[in-house]
Nanobody, 127 residues
């Protein structure tokens, strides 16, 4: 069974840092065909893309609101994608979801392209 599992959420003060992890399993040799993305959903708002990375060429994409603060990276051997979040702001508070898209683009993030989703991890940034 292919799946992705997130970890690393928590409570942090504004200006602090967190690192989220997304571990993919069951992909076998097809992992390189996937793009792995991070989405977030704040209370009362729709889920939106934050950042994604190609497992094959490590190309990346960031939404404007996190550029310069978040860094996405990948450990090929462990099939794990990390989202390093620095200088966190209260508006970053959300449930963060990891998802996988077969041949996912790194020019944009469209939720419908992603068909394997994790359960989400809560990130809370206090002011």
């Amino acid at each position: 069974e292919v799946q992705v599992v997130e970890s690393g959420g928590g409570l942090v003060q504004a200006g602090g840092s967190l690192r989220l992890s997304c571990t993919a399993s069951g992909f076998g040799n097809t992992f390189d065909d996937y793009g792995i993305g991070w989405f977030r959903q704040a209370p009362g708002k729709e889920r939106k893309g934050v950042s994604c990375i190609s497992a094959s060429d490590h190309a990346t994409y960031y939404v404007d609101s996190v550029k310069g603060r978040f860094t996405i990276s990948i450990d090929d051997a462990e099939h794990t994608v990390y989202l390093q979040m620095n200088n966190l702001k209260p508006e970053d508070t959300a449930v963060y979801y990891c998802a996988a898209a077969l041949f996912g683009s790194t020019y944009y993030m469209k939720q419908n392209d992603y068909d394997i989703w994790g359960q989400g991890t809560q990130v809370t940034v206090s002011s």
